[in-house]
Protein backbone atom coordinates (compact mmCIF):
# COMPACT_ATOMS: atom_id res chain seq x y z
CA UNK A 1 0.00 0.00 0.00
CA UNK A 2 1.05 3.31 -0.78
CA UNK A 3 -0.74 6.24 1.08
CA UNK A 4 0.08 10.03 1.96
CA UNK A 5 -1.82 13.36 1.87
CA UNK A 6 -1.73 15.77 -1.22
CA UNK A 7 1.31 15.17 -3.33
CA UNK A 8 3.38 14.36 -0.19
CA UNK A 9 4.12 10.75 0.36
CA UNK A 10 3.93 9.15 3.52
CA UNK A 11 3.90 5.42 2.49
CA UNK A 12 6.41 3.74 0.59
CA UNK A 13 4.35 0.57 0.04
CA UNK A 14 4.14 -1.38 2.99
CA UNK A 15 2.04 -4.53 3.71
CA UNK A 16 0.87 -5.65 6.64
CA UNK A 17 -1.66 -8.24 7.94
CA UNK A 18 -4.17 -8.47 10.67
CA UNK A 19 -5.45 -12.40 11.71
CA UNK A 20 -8.80 -12.63 13.91
CA UNK A 21 -8.36 -12.38 17.52
CA UNK A 22 -4.73 -11.52 17.43
CA UNK A 23 -3.19 -8.35 18.70
CA UNK A 24 -0.86 -6.50 16.05
CA UNK A 25 1.54 -3.98 17.45
CA UNK A 26 2.40 -0.74 14.58
CA UNK A 27 5.63 0.39 16.36
CA UNK A 28 7.71 3.62 15.15
CA UNK A 29 8.96 6.90 15.82
CA UNK A 30 7.13 10.11 15.01
CA UNK A 31 6.52 10.37 11.32
CA UNK A 32 7.39 6.67 10.13
CA UNK A 33 3.51 6.34 9.10
CA UNK A 34 1.54 4.55 11.38
CA UNK A 35 -1.29 6.87 12.13
CA UNK A 36 -1.64 7.68 8.21
CA UNK A 37 -1.81 3.58 8.32
CA UNK A 38 -4.63 3.40 10.79
CA UNK A 39 -6.03 6.67 8.56
CA UNK A 40 -6.28 4.45 5.45
CA UNK A 41 -7.61 1.71 6.78
CA UNK A 42 -10.97 3.70 8.97
CA UNK A 43 -11.15 5.76 5.34
CA UNK A 44 -10.11 9.06 6.33
CA UNK A 45 -7.67 9.11 3.79
CA UNK A 46 -7.18 6.55 0.42
CA UNK A 47 -4.52 4.49 -0.56
CA UNK A 48 -2.67 6.39 -3.99
CA UNK A 49 -1.82 2.89 -4.70
CA UNK A 50 -2.34 -0.56 -3.20
CA UNK A 51 -5.28 -2.38 -1.31
CA UNK A 52 -7.35 -2.40 1.98
CA UNK A 53 -8.71 -5.63 2.54
CA UNK A 54 -10.97 -6.93 5.32
CA UNK A 55 -12.72 -9.83 5.49
CA UNK A 56 -11.67 -10.32 1.87
CA UNK A 57 -13.97 -7.25 0.68
CA UNK A 58 -11.84 -4.04 -0.84
CA UNK A 59 -12.59 -1.47 1.35
CA UNK A 60 -9.88 0.83 0.24
CA UNK A 61 -12.49 3.53 -1.23
CA UNK A 62 -14.76 3.05 0.97
CA UNK A 63 -15.99 6.47 2.46
CA UNK A 64 -15.09 5.69 6.82
CA UNK A 65 -18.72 6.81 7.86
CA UNK A 66 -19.27 2.92 6.10
CA UNK A 67 -16.38 1.74 7.22
CA UNK A 68 -17.68 1.40 10.48
CA UNK A 69 -20.68 -0.54 9.47
CA UNK A 70 -18.13 -3.52 8.57
CA UNK A 71 -17.18 -3.86 11.76
CA UNK A 72 -13.80 -1.64 11.96
CA UNK A 73 -13.81 0.81 15.08
CA UNK A 74 -11.01 3.18 15.64
CA UNK A 75 -9.77 5.59 19.19
CA UNK A 76 -8.09 8.58 17.29
CA UNK A 77 -4.62 9.59 17.85
CA UNK A 78 -5.63 12.19 20.47
CA UNK A 79 -9.01 10.25 21.88
CA UNK A 80 -11.17 12.97 19.54
CA UNK A 81 -13.66 11.99 22.41
CA UNK A 82 -16.99 14.31 22.11
CA UNK A 83 -16.45 17.44 24.67
CA UNK A 84 -19.41 19.34 24.27
CA UNK A 85 -21.65 15.59 24.56
CA UNK A 86 -21.86 13.78 28.50
CA UNK A 87 -19.65 10.34 28.54
CA UNK A 88 -23.08 8.63 28.36
CA UNK A 89 -23.84 10.92 25.04
CA UNK A 90 -20.59 9.79 23.47
CA UNK A 91 -20.74 6.19 24.36
CA UNK A 92 -24.31 6.03 22.14
CA UNK A 93 -22.48 8.17 19.37
CA UNK A 94 -20.05 5.01 19.81
CA UNK A 95 -23.42 2.93 18.68
CA UNK A 96 -24.58 5.05 15.92
CA UNK A 97 -24.96 2.18 13.55
CA UNK A 98 -26.74 -0.01 16.11
CA UNK A 99 -30.49 -0.38 16.04
CA UNK A 100 -32.05 -1.16 19.20
CA UNK A 101 -32.98 0.59 22.64
CA UNK A 102 -31.95 -2.86 24.44
CA UNK A 103 -28.96 -3.52 22.85
CA UNK A 104 -27.37 -0.16 23.01
CA UNK A 105 -28.11 -0.44 26.40
CA UNK A 106 -27.00 -3.73 27.44
CA UNK A 107 -23.79 -2.43 25.25
CA UNK A 108 -23.07 0.71 27.48
CA UNK A 109 -23.64 -1.01 30.87
CA UNK A 110 -20.47 -3.17 29.20
CA UNK A 111 -18.51 -0.68 28.70
CA UNK A 112 -19.34 0.32 32.22
CA UNK A 113 -18.50 -2.91 33.08
CA UNK A 114 -15.46 -2.74 31.70
CA UNK A 115 -14.43 1.01 33.02
CA UNK A 116 -16.33 1.59 36.21
CA UNK A 117 -14.96 5.55 35.99
CA UNK A 118 -17.09 6.00 32.92
CA UNK A 119 -20.37 4.88 34.74
CA UNK A 120 -19.27 7.46 37.98
CA UNK A 121 -19.07 10.04 35.50
CA UNK A 122 -21.74 9.11 33.20
CA UNK A 123 -23.64 12.56 33.21
CA UNK A 124 -20.58 14.46 33.25
CA UNK A 125 -19.39 16.49 29.95
CA UNK A 126 -16.47 14.72 28.41
CA UNK A 127 -14.62 17.24 28.40
CA UNK A 128 -13.86 17.61 32.29
CA UNK A 129 -12.48 13.85 32.10
CA UNK A 130 -9.42 13.66 32.97
CA UNK A 131 -6.48 11.97 30.06
CA UNK A 132 -7.02 8.72 30.99
CA UNK A 133 -10.75 8.85 31.78
CA UNK A 134 -10.64 10.72 28.32
CA UNK A 135 -8.86 8.15 26.47
CA UNK A 136 -11.23 5.08 28.63
CA UNK A 137 -14.04 6.53 26.76
CA UNK A 138 -12.89 6.48 23.39
CA UNK A 139 -12.07 3.03 23.75
CA UNK A 140 -15.40 2.50 25.51
CA UNK A 141 -17.25 4.25 22.22
CA UNK A 142 -15.32 2.43 19.72
CA UNK A 143 -15.97 -0.94 21.07
CA UNK A 144 -20.08 0.41 21.91
CA UNK A 145 -20.05 -0.68 17.84
CA UNK A 146 -19.02 -4.49 19.03
CA UNK A 147 -15.84 -4.38 16.24
CA UNK A 148 -14.16 -7.22 14.91
CA UNK A 149 -11.03 -5.07 14.49
CA UNK A 150 -10.52 -2.75 16.56
CA UNK A 151 -7.89 0.16 15.89
CA UNK A 152 -5.89 1.72 18.89
CA UNK A 153 -4.06 5.23 17.97
CA UNK A 154 -1.57 5.88 20.68
CA UNK A 155 -3.56 4.76 23.30
CA UNK A 156 -1.11 5.60 26.24
CA UNK A 157 -0.11 9.20 24.70
CA UNK A 158 0.30 11.60 27.57
CA UNK A 159 -0.45 9.35 30.57
CA UNK A 160 1.04 8.32 33.73
CA UNK A 161 2.24 4.80 33.90
CA UNK A 162 0.05 4.08 36.23
CA UNK A 163 -2.80 5.10 33.88
CA UNK A 164 -1.20 3.13 30.91
CA UNK A 165 -1.34 -0.35 32.80
CA UNK A 166 -4.80 -0.19 33.84
CA UNK A 167 -5.81 0.92 29.97
CA UNK A 168 -3.36 -2.11 28.78
CA UNK A 169 -4.69 -4.55 31.07
CA UNK A 170 -8.13 -3.25 29.41
CA UNK A 171 -6.69 -3.92 25.83
CA UNK A 172 -6.07 -7.16 27.20
CA UNK A 173 -9.59 -7.97 28.22
CA UNK A 174 -11.30 -6.66 25.41
CA UNK A 175 -9.23 -9.27 23.00
CA UNK A 176 -10.06 -12.06 24.99
CA UNK A 177 -13.62 -11.58 23.99
CA UNK A 178 -12.81 -11.64 20.78
CA UNK A 179 -11.77 -8.63 18.84
CA UNK A 180 -8.76 -8.04 16.66
CA UNK A 181 -6.77 -5.12 17.61
CA UNK A 182 -4.29 -3.01 15.60
CA UNK A 183 -2.25 -1.55 17.73
CA UNK A 184 -0.19 1.89 17.22
CA UNK A 185 2.14 2.39 19.80
CA UNK A 186 5.21 4.89 20.54
CA UNK A 187 6.10 2.96 24.11
CA UNK A 188 7.98 -0.09 21.96
CA UNK A 189 8.34 -2.24 24.92
CA UNK A 190 4.83 -1.95 25.92
CA UNK A 191 3.67 -2.68 23.03
CA UNK A 192 5.64 -5.95 22.33
CA UNK A 193 4.67 -7.44 25.65
CA UNK A 194 0.98 -6.99 24.81
CA UNK A 195 1.00 -8.18 21.55
CA UNK A 196 1.66 -11.12 18.79
CA UNK A 197 3.02 -9.67 16.34
CA UNK A 198 4.37 -6.60 15.42
CA UNK A 199 5.58 -4.50 12.54
CA UNK A 200 8.53 -1.87 13.08
CA UNK A 201 7.97 1.07 10.97
CA UNK A 202 10.42 3.85 9.78
CA UNK A 203 10.05 6.37 7.10
CA UNK A 204 6.88 4.95 5.88
CA UNK A 205 8.41 1.59 5.11
CA UNK A 206 8.34 -1.68 7.11
CA UNK A 207 11.40 -2.51 8.74
CA UNK A 208 11.16 -5.44 10.52
CA UNK A 209 8.41 -7.19 11.37
CA UNK A 210 7.74 -11.19 13.42
CA UNK A 211 6.42 -12.36 16.37
CA UNK A 212 6.54 -10.25 19.10
CA UNK A 213 8.29 -12.17 21.77
CA UNK A 214 11.03 -12.54 18.65
CA UNK A 215 11.17 -9.01 18.10
CA UNK A 216 11.78 -8.02 21.91
CA UNK A 217 15.10 -9.91 21.12
CA UNK A 218 16.04 -8.73 18.46
CA UNK A 219 19.35 -6.44 18.47
CA UNK A 220 17.75 -3.78 16.67
CA UNK A 221 15.15 -3.44 18.28
CA UNK A 222 16.59 -3.20 21.58
CA UNK A 223 19.23 -0.92 20.70
CA UNK A 224 17.03 1.51 18.69
CA UNK A 225 14.04 1.47 20.72
CA UNK A 226 14.44 -0.32 24.15
CA UNK A 227 17.18 1.46 24.66
CA UNK A 228 19.59 -1.19 26.78
CA UNK A 229 21.90 0.88 29.18
CA UNK B 1 -38.09 61.87 32.10
CA UNK B 2 -41.05 59.75 33.67
CA UNK B 3 -39.82 57.13 33.23
CA UNK B 4 -41.97 54.55 34.80
CA UNK B 5 -43.05 50.78 35.61
CA UNK B 6 -45.74 50.60 33.46
CA UNK B 7 -44.11 52.25 30.05
CA UNK B 8 -41.29 50.02 30.69
CA UNK B 9 -43.80 46.47 30.98
CA UNK B 10 -45.70 48.02 27.94
CA UNK B 11 -42.34 48.49 25.73
CA UNK B 12 -41.58 44.74 26.95
CA UNK B 13 -44.95 43.50 25.96
CA UNK B 14 -44.23 45.36 22.47
CA UNK B 15 -40.88 43.68 22.65
CA UNK B 16 -42.53 40.04 22.48
CA UNK B 17 -43.13 39.60 18.57
CA UNK B 18 -40.20 41.00 17.83
CA UNK B 19 -38.09 39.07 20.42
CA UNK B 20 -39.41 35.93 18.83
CA UNK B 21 -38.99 36.66 15.49
CA UNK B 22 -34.79 37.00 16.15
CA UNK B 23 -35.58 33.75 18.37
CA UNK B 24 -36.79 31.46 15.44
CA UNK B 25 -34.11 32.96 13.20
CA UNK B 26 -30.94 32.41 15.58
CA UNK B 27 -31.69 28.72 15.82
CA UNK B 28 -31.74 28.59 12.28
CA UNK B 29 -28.11 30.05 11.78
CA UNK B 30 -26.70 28.49 15.30
CA UNK B 31 -27.76 24.97 13.75
CA UNK B 32 -26.60 25.42 10.70
CA UNK B 33 -23.16 26.68 11.23
CA UNK B 34 -23.18 24.03 14.00
CA UNK B 35 -22.97 21.50 11.61
CA UNK B 36 -21.19 22.99 8.52
CA UNK B 37 -18.64 25.36 10.23
CA UNK B 38 -20.62 28.38 7.84
CA UNK B 39 -22.81 31.34 8.49
CA UNK B 40 -26.03 31.34 6.41
CA UNK B 41 -25.83 34.63 5.35
CA UNK B 42 -29.05 33.90 3.15
CA UNK B 43 -30.99 32.80 6.19
CA UNK B 44 -32.59 36.10 5.97
CA UNK B 45 -33.42 35.30 2.10
CA UNK B 46 -35.39 31.99 3.75
CA UNK B 47 -37.04 34.04 5.78
CA UNK B 48 -38.66 36.32 3.37
CA UNK B 49 -39.18 33.80 0.57
CA UNK B 50 -41.51 32.06 3.08
CA UNK B 51 -43.34 35.49 3.52
CA UNK B 52 -43.94 35.80 0.37
CA UNK B 53 -45.43 32.28 -0.36
CA UNK B 54 -47.50 33.16 2.58
CA UNK B 55 -48.57 36.38 1.38
CA UNK B 56 -48.87 35.46 -2.30
CA UNK B 57 -51.18 32.50 -1.69
CA UNK B 58 -53.63 34.34 0.87
CA UNK B 59 -53.83 37.50 -0.56
CA UNK B 60 -54.56 35.87 -4.10
CA UNK B 61 -55.57 32.90 -3.96
CA UNK B 62 -58.01 33.34 -1.09
CA UNK B 63 -56.40 30.06 1.15
CA UNK B 64 -56.64 29.95 4.98
CA UNK B 65 -54.33 31.42 7.06
CA UNK B 66 -53.20 27.71 8.45
CA UNK B 67 -52.58 27.11 4.49
CA UNK B 68 -50.47 30.32 3.98
CA UNK B 69 -48.80 29.23 7.36
CA UNK B 70 -47.78 25.95 6.20
CA UNK B 71 -46.92 27.62 2.35
CA UNK B 72 -44.77 29.54 3.96
CA UNK B 73 -42.68 26.94 5.97
CA UNK B 74 -42.67 25.08 2.41
CA UNK B 75 -41.16 28.25 0.70
CA UNK B 76 -38.82 28.74 3.28
CA UNK B 77 -37.60 24.91 3.62
CA UNK B 78 -37.88 24.46 -0.28
CA UNK B 79 -35.11 27.80 -0.31
CA UNK B 80 -33.05 26.09 2.09
CA UNK B 81 -33.10 23.21 0.17
CA UNK B 82 -32.53 24.49 -3.02
CA UNK B 83 -29.49 27.12 -1.29
CA UNK B 84 -28.01 23.51 0.30
CA UNK B 85 -27.79 21.81 -3.20
CA UNK B 86 -26.96 24.33 -5.22
CA UNK B 87 -24.73 26.73 -3.36
CA UNK B 88 -23.10 24.96 -0.40
CA UNK B 89 -22.96 21.73 -1.53
CA UNK B 90 -20.98 22.03 -4.69
CA UNK B 91 -18.68 25.33 -2.94
CA UNK B 92 -17.73 22.95 0.12
CA UNK B 93 -16.81 19.97 -2.15
CA UNK B 94 -14.99 21.95 -4.50
CA UNK B 95 -12.94 24.03 -1.82
CA UNK B 96 -14.16 23.92 1.29
CA UNK B 97 -11.82 27.34 2.30
CA UNK B 98 -13.92 29.09 4.75
CA UNK B 99 -13.40 32.57 2.45
CA UNK B 100 -15.05 31.18 -0.69
CA UNK B 101 -18.07 29.47 1.56
CA UNK B 102 -18.70 32.73 2.86
CA UNK B 103 -18.50 34.88 -0.22
CA UNK B 104 -21.21 32.25 -2.14
CA UNK B 105 -23.20 32.70 0.67
CA UNK B 106 -23.23 36.15 0.67
CA UNK B 107 -23.36 35.91 -3.22
CA UNK B 108 -26.93 33.25 -2.36
CA UNK B 109 -28.13 35.95 -0.10
CA UNK B 110 -27.84 38.87 -2.87
CA UNK B 111 -28.92 36.91 -5.80
CA UNK B 112 -32.04 35.63 -3.99
CA UNK B 113 -33.18 39.65 -2.57
CA UNK B 114 -32.35 41.41 -6.13
CA UNK B 115 -34.81 38.47 -8.09
CA UNK B 116 -37.87 39.24 -5.85
CA UNK B 117 -36.69 43.30 -6.01
CA UNK B 118 -37.26 42.33 -10.27
CA UNK B 119 -40.36 40.77 -9.97
CA UNK B 120 -42.30 42.37 -7.21
CA UNK B 121 -40.23 45.75 -6.96
CA UNK B 122 -39.03 46.80 -3.71
CA UNK B 123 -42.03 48.37 -2.46
CA UNK B 124 -44.01 47.06 0.57
CA UNK B 125 -46.92 45.24 0.21
CA UNK B 126 -49.38 44.54 3.18
CA UNK B 127 -49.66 41.47 4.90
CA UNK B 128 -53.12 39.70 4.84
CA UNK B 129 -54.64 40.39 8.11
CA UNK B 130 -56.69 37.53 10.49
CA UNK B 131 -59.74 38.14 12.64
CA UNK B 132 -58.59 35.54 15.28
CA UNK B 133 -55.43 37.50 15.59
CA UNK B 134 -56.78 40.91 15.74
CA UNK B 135 -58.09 42.49 18.96
CA UNK B 136 -56.57 43.75 22.29
CA UNK B 137 -56.59 42.79 25.89
CA UNK B 138 -56.31 45.97 28.82
CA UNK B 139 -54.93 44.24 31.79
CA UNK B 140 -56.07 46.39 35.09
CA UNK B 141 -53.05 48.34 35.30
CA UNK B 142 -54.17 49.44 31.99
CA UNK B 143 -51.13 47.39 29.73
CA UNK B 144 -52.20 47.00 26.29
CA UNK B 145 -51.65 43.65 25.34
CA UNK B 146 -52.28 42.45 21.17
CA UNK B 147 -54.05 39.01 21.05
CA UNK B 148 -51.14 38.16 17.64
CA UNK B 149 -48.11 39.05 20.50
CA UNK B 150 -49.67 36.56 22.73
CA UNK B 151 -49.96 33.69 19.94
CA UNK B 152 -46.54 34.49 18.43
CA UNK B 153 -44.59 34.07 21.76
CA UNK B 154 -46.99 31.04 22.43
CA UNK B 155 -45.74 29.50 19.12
CA UNK B 156 -42.34 30.50 19.23
CA UNK B 157 -42.14 29.02 22.98
CA UNK B 158 -43.65 25.95 21.78
CA UNK B 159 -40.61 25.74 18.75
CA UNK B 160 -38.12 26.33 20.82
CA UNK B 161 -38.89 24.10 23.65
CA UNK B 162 -39.25 21.28 20.53
CA UNK B 163 -35.75 22.14 18.84
CA UNK B 164 -34.71 21.95 22.29
CA UNK B 165 -35.37 18.91 23.87
CA UNK B 166 -35.08 17.73 19.90
CA UNK B 167 -30.96 18.28 20.00
CA UNK B 168 -30.64 17.05 23.74
CA UNK B 169 -32.41 14.02 23.14
CA UNK B 170 -33.08 12.29 19.78
CA UNK B 171 -29.85 9.96 18.00
CA UNK B 172 -30.05 13.07 15.21
CA UNK B 173 -30.03 15.79 17.58
CA UNK B 174 -26.69 14.17 19.58
CA UNK B 175 -25.10 13.47 16.45
CA UNK B 176 -25.66 17.45 15.50
CA UNK B 177 -24.17 18.46 18.77
CA UNK B 178 -21.05 15.68 18.41
CA UNK B 179 -20.34 16.74 14.37
CA UNK B 180 -20.08 20.49 15.51
CA UNK B 181 -17.36 19.24 17.94
CA UNK B 182 -15.77 17.17 15.81
CA UNK B 183 -17.06 16.47 12.34
CA UNK B 184 -13.91 13.55 11.77
CA UNK B 185 -14.62 11.83 14.96
CA UNK B 186 -18.34 11.25 14.05
CA UNK B 187 -17.66 10.02 10.96
CA UNK B 188 -15.54 7.14 12.52
CA UNK B 189 -18.47 6.49 14.30
CA UNK B 190 -20.43 6.08 11.49
CA UNK B 191 -22.04 9.66 11.10
CA UNK B 192 -22.90 10.47 7.79
CA UNK B 193 -22.98 14.38 7.85
CA UNK B 194 -24.91 15.18 4.34
CA UNK B 195 -28.05 13.56 6.08
CA UNK B 196 -27.91 15.57 9.28
CA UNK B 197 -26.65 18.88 7.25
CA UNK B 198 -30.28 18.31 5.49
CA UNK B 199 -31.94 17.96 8.55
CA UNK B 200 -30.42 21.49 9.68
CA UNK B 201 -31.52 23.32 6.82
CA UNK B 202 -34.94 21.75 7.32
CA UNK B 203 -35.62 22.30 10.74
CA UNK B 204 -33.92 26.50 9.89
CA UNK B 205 -35.76 26.80 7.24
CA UNK B 206 -39.35 25.40 9.07
CA UNK B 207 -38.27 28.20 11.86
CA UNK B 208 -37.83 30.83 9.30
CA UNK B 209 -40.96 30.12 7.64
CA UNK B 210 -43.13 30.57 11.17
CA UNK B 211 -40.76 33.77 11.64
CA UNK B 212 -41.71 35.02 8.44
CA UNK B 213 -45.52 34.20 9.36
CA UNK B 214 -45.14 36.07 12.38
CA UNK B 215 -43.41 39.38 10.65
CA UNK B 216 -46.07 39.70 8.36
CA UNK B 217 -48.98 39.13 10.99
CA UNK B 218 -46.54 41.54 13.87
CA UNK B 219 -45.93 44.43 11.16
CA UNK B 220 -48.12 43.88 8.57
CA UNK B 221 -46.26 44.26 5.81
CA UNK B 222 -43.51 41.88 3.12
CA UNK B 223 -40.65 43.33 0.87
CA UNK B 224 -38.12 41.77 -0.52
CA UNK B 225 -35.53 43.19 1.71
CA UNK B 226 -37.10 42.34 4.88
CA UNK B 227 -34.91 39.88 5.39
CA UNK B 228 -31.73 41.61 5.70
CA UNK B 229 -31.35 43.74 8.79
CA UNK B 230 -33.55 41.26 10.61
CA UNK B 231 -31.06 38.39 9.51
CA UNK B 232 -28.19 40.07 10.70
CA UNK B 233 -29.88 40.80 14.08
CA UNK B 234 -30.91 36.95 14.05
CA UNK B 235 -27.23 36.13 13.30
CA UNK B 236 -25.98 38.34 16.31
CA UNK B 237 -28.35 36.49 18.58
CA UNK B 238 -26.97 33.16 17.19
CA UNK B 239 -22.84 34.67 18.12
CA UNK B 240 -23.89 36.03 21.50
CA UNK B 241 -26.22 32.53 22.37
CA UNK B 242 -23.12 30.82 21.79
CA UNK B 243 -22.92 28.80 17.95
CA UNK B 244 -24.29 25.41 18.04
CA UNK B 245 -26.45 26.42 21.49
CA UNK B 246 -30.36 26.26 20.41
CA UNK B 247 -31.84 27.41 23.93
CA UNK B 248 -29.01 30.03 23.67
CA UNK B 249 -29.64 31.26 20.61
CA UNK B 250 -33.42 31.77 20.98
CA UNK B 251 -32.69 33.51 24.85
CA UNK B 252 -30.55 35.68 22.87
CA UNK B 253 -33.30 36.78 20.04
CA UNK B 254 -35.42 37.79 23.13
CA UNK B 255 -32.12 39.93 24.88
CA UNK B 256 -31.32 41.60 21.39
CA UNK B 257 -35.08 42.03 20.45
CA UNK B 258 -36.07 43.60 24.16
CA UNK B 259 -32.94 45.50 23.84
CA UNK B 260 -33.70 46.76 21.06
CA UNK B 261 -37.44 47.96 21.74
CA UNK B 262 -36.24 49.52 24.86
CA UNK B 263 -33.12 51.40 23.80
CA UNK B 264 -35.64 53.38 21.20
CA UNK B 265 -37.90 53.97 23.93
CA UNK B 266 -35.58 55.02 26.63
CA UNK B 267 -33.67 57.70 24.18
CA UNK B 268 -35.26 60.92 22.60
CA UNK B 269 -37.39 59.74 19.28
CA UNK B 270 -34.79 61.18 17.24
CA UNK B 271 -32.02 58.59 17.98
CA UNK B 272 -34.35 55.91 16.86
CA UNK B 273 -32.91 55.65 13.69
CA UNK B 274 -29.50 54.80 14.73
CA UNK B 275 -31.27 51.68 16.70
CA UNK B 276 -29.14 49.41 14.86
CA UNK B 277 -25.77 50.50 16.80
CA UNK B 278 -26.90 49.07 19.77
CA UNK B 279 -27.07 45.60 17.94
CA UNK B 280 -23.68 46.40 16.21
CA UNK B 281 -22.25 47.72 19.71
CA UNK B 282 -23.63 44.66 21.12
CA UNK B 283 -22.07 42.25 19.21
CA UNK B 284 -18.73 44.55 19.04
CA UNK B 285 -18.90 44.46 23.19
CA UNK B 286 -19.63 40.23 22.85
CA UNK B 287 -16.69 39.50 20.81
CA UNK B 288 -14.65 42.19 22.72
CA UNK B 289 -15.50 40.48 26.27
CA UNK B 290 -16.97 37.16 25.54
CA UNK B 291 -15.94 35.29 22.09
CA UNK B 292 -17.73 32.73 23.05
CA UNK B 293 -21.17 33.99 23.69
CA UNK B 294 -23.26 33.83 26.97
CA UNK B 295 -23.87 30.61 26.94
CA UNK B 296 -22.23 27.36 26.19
CA UNK B 297 -21.10 27.00 22.33
CA UNK B 298 -21.54 23.40 21.16
CA UNK B 299 -18.02 23.78 18.88
CA UNK B 300 -14.09 23.09 19.96
CA UNK B 301 -12.96 26.22 21.55
CA UNK B 302 -9.43 26.75 21.34
Known sequence: ????????????????????????????????????????????????????????????EMPSHRIVGTGISCSPEGRNIFGNLTVYENLKMGAYLVHGRKNIKERISRVYDLFPKLKERKGQLAESLSGGEQQMLAIGRAIMNEPTLLLLD????????????QIYEKIAEIRREGASILLVEQNVGLALEISQKAYVMES?????????????????????????M | MEMSWHYLTQQLINALSYGSILALLAIGYTMIYGILGLINFA?????????????????????????????????????????????????????????????????????????????????????????????????????FINIKDLWIFGVTLFLVLATTLFIKYTKPGIAMRAVAYDANAARLVGVNSTTLVLVAFFIGS?????????????????????????????????????????????????????????????????????????????????????PSGLFRPNVKIG
Open chain 1, 1 to 60: MVAGYDKAQVLHGISLEVHPGEIVALVGPNGAGKTTTIRCITGEIHPMSGKVQYNGTDIS
Open chain 1, 154 to 165: EPSLGLAPVVVE
Open chain 1, 204 to 228: GQVKLSGRSETLEKDPYVIDTYLGV
Open chain 2, 43 to 143: HGEIFMIGAFFCYMLVTFSGVSFLTGFFAAIAGSVLTGFLIERFVYNPCLKRSPEVLTVFIASFGASLGLRNLFTMIFGDGRRSFPAFDFLEGIIITESGI
Open chain 2, 206 to 290: TLAGVSAVAYGVSYGIVNPSMGYIIGLNGFIAAVLGGIGNVPGAAISGYIIGMGEIMFVALLPPSYSAVRPIFVWGLLFLILFLK
